[in-house]
């Protein structure tokens, strides 16, 4: 079976993707590399395939166009300005949904019926948008939403009780932004109470460290690109593979009209379904507040 990715802007974020597709086990076999710059999509596919004797999989890469993505399983598009120092997530999105409108006619003229995997910032915004672009079904678009959160979170708290992220069952859910938050009444390790194991000053600092940890790697290398990628990768396992795995993406909250991050069910349909997970009153009030920033956010578009 052939399952083709096509990836739409080949920056940091999207050669991440397609470096550590390389370096995992996965279902894709062929990957298309879209870009304004057409050269340098050359120079990297050539790179990447010098490097498939060493790799787990035989996934094949070449540098191509919209065309492409006819009979593509996938598009992920990670095409658009990138955070600047001092910049937050929601400062992009006039520059990102001019880009996104032409991207989108493109793709969709192609003929293309598969699936959108939205990374570009702000994720929750441009998924939405996407979405009404694309006049594709909702659980046919996916924003890679807050499973970086998460996998930042888990790493946060393996690392101060000295277990592996795997065993820490938390999430971070809403907005990837500033008003991310962590339902903490709901995260455990292994099957017992987090709380059993840290206090609520450790819990604090932890979701402090959560949610600066993207402005403070681009303030000290300018960019965030692995932890990303490696993320692009488990949601486009979890669509080919058809595994049914709940990752927190940005997945479309039909009662408030966003998109938003929160435990999904992933599979060959996409975004299968929505999990809305039992909140105490204090969460219940931030993620009211995270759903009023995106949708404050996307009344600034002109979205018809």
């Not at 678009?141 to 277990?163: M, P």
């Amino acid at each position: 079976m052939k399952n083709k990715v096509v990836i739409i802007g080949c920056g940091n974020v999207g050669m991440s993707y397609a470096y550590a597709l390389l370096n995992q086990r996965t279902y894709v076999n062929e990957l298309v590399l879209v870009d304004v710059n057409y050269e340098k999509t050359v120079g990297e596919a050539m790179d990447l395939n010098h490097g498939i004797a060493f790799a787990p999989s035989n996934l094949f890469t070449r540098a191509g166009t919209y065309e492409d993505c006819k009979d593509a399983k996938i598009v992920v598009i990670s095409a658009g300005a990138n955070q600047e120092k001092g910049e937050t997530r929601m400062d992009l999105i006039n520059k990102n949904d001019k880009i996104f409108a032409s991207i989108i006619n493109e793709v969709n003229k192609s003929g293309f019926n598969g699936i959108y995997i939205i990374a570009t910032n702000p994720v929750d915004v441009m998924t939405y948008i996407t979405w009404k672009h694309s006049g594709f079904d909702h659980n046919k678009v996916i924003g890679s939403g807050t499973t970086l959160d998460t996998a930042r979170l888990r790493y946060e708290v393996a690392k101060r009780i000295n277990i592996h992220p795997k065993n820490v069952h938390a999430y971070v859910i809403g907005e990837h932004g500033d008003s991310e938050f962590v339902p903490w009444s709901n995260a455990n390790v292994g099957i017992q109470n987090i709380k059993d194991f840290l206090n609520d000053e450790e819990l604090e600092e932890i979701c402090y460290n959560v949610k600066n940890s993207a402005y403070h790697i681009i303030e000290k290398k300018g960019n965030t690109s692995y932890g990303i990628g490696m993320s692009l990768v488990r949601i486009t396992n979890a669509i080919l593979g058809d595994e049914n795995l709940i990752l927190t993406v940005s997945s479309y909250d039909k009662d408030n009209d966003v998109f938003i991050g929160g435990p999904t069910i992933i599979n060959k349909n996409g975004a299968e379904k929505r999990i809305y997970v039992k909140l105490n009153e204090e969460e219940k009030s931030l993620m009211q507040n995270s759903i009023q920033v995106l949708k404050d956010a996307i009344k600034k578009v002109n979205i018809k």
